[in-house]
């Protein structure tokens, strides 16, 4: 469908940057939520800076969003953070601020996102979670929990958007070399590409090449699928 009107969180850099350019570049405008300045500068491209955690703030812009437009056409939930420590070392209030970025943040933005959503000939929500889940690897207990409710929450939303035309699902990228693969030592990362069919780094084109298939207005009968990449589940 030409001319979507789409909203990405996290978009200012990495897996988020990368979707928003391949939106406008196919003729979409594009809202880029993130909590620092717009990476991108476009004619079709609005960036707002945010804090995902804080429901006022969503609640804010989502006013915003209904003055300015009639609908909404595809939401990604792409904002995250990660966190590689064993259970006995992290933080609660570490482990709480992973689970608020990763989860509940999702979770409100579709919650705001679905009443903009029934005037589209073909609404979208693509989570991103994370092959840590079906790997289950040690030190990302919070990490992959979160995005594990990341996963129950799309398959429960599939349903129950349904009735309004709205698809949802979700995609796991495999190590992407991003500002939170970063931080993660060498021999983490290579351990977790080991365990993989396809044993090498995604690229963020993997990642958006997924999410345009859920876009597309042919998948209308794809609903509720974790798709991971390199053969990790």
């Not at 030409?2 to 939106?23: D, K, S, Y």
């Not at 300015?68 to 259970?87: C, E, K, P, T, Y």
């Not at 929990?145 to 129950?152: G, H, Q, V």
Request: proline share 3%; charged share 20%.
């Amino acid at each position: 469908m030409a001319g979507r009107r789409v909203l990405i969180t996290g978009a200012t850099r990495g897996i988020g940057e990368a979707l928003a350019a391949h939106c406008l570049e196919a003729g979409d405008e594009v809202v880029g939520c993130g909590r620092t300045a717009a990476s991108i500068s476009h004619e079709r491209y609005t960036h707002c800076t945010v804090d995902v955690t804080d429901s006022a703030a969503i609640e804010a812009l989502f006013r915003d969003l209904k003055r300015r437009f009639d609908r909404l056409d595809v939401l990604v939930n792409n904002a995250g953070i990660g966190g590689m420590n064993s259970i006995a070392l992290t933080p609660v209030d570490a482990a709480r601020r992973i689970v608020e970025t990763n989860f509940l943040a999702a979770f409100a933005f579709t919650r705001e996102a679905l009443r903009m959503m029934r005037g589209s000939p073909a609404a979208r929500i693509v989570n991103v979670t994370t092959v840590a889940v079906p790997l289950r690897l040690e030190g990302e207990a919070v990490y992959a929990a979160s995005k594990s409710a990341i996963e129950t929450f799309t398959r429960i939303a599939a349903r129950e958007v349904a009735p309004f035309g709205v698809t949802c699902n979700a995609v796991g990228p495999c190590p992407v070399r991003t500002k939170l693969t970063a931080s993660v030592p060498a021999h983490k990362i290579q351990a977790l590409i080991d365990r993989q069919a396809v044993r090498r780094w995604g690229l963020v084109e993997d990642v958006v090449n997924v999410v345009e298939f859920f876009l597309r207005p042919e998948s209308a009968m794809v609903t509720g699928q974790v798709i991971y990449l390199g053969g990790a589940g």
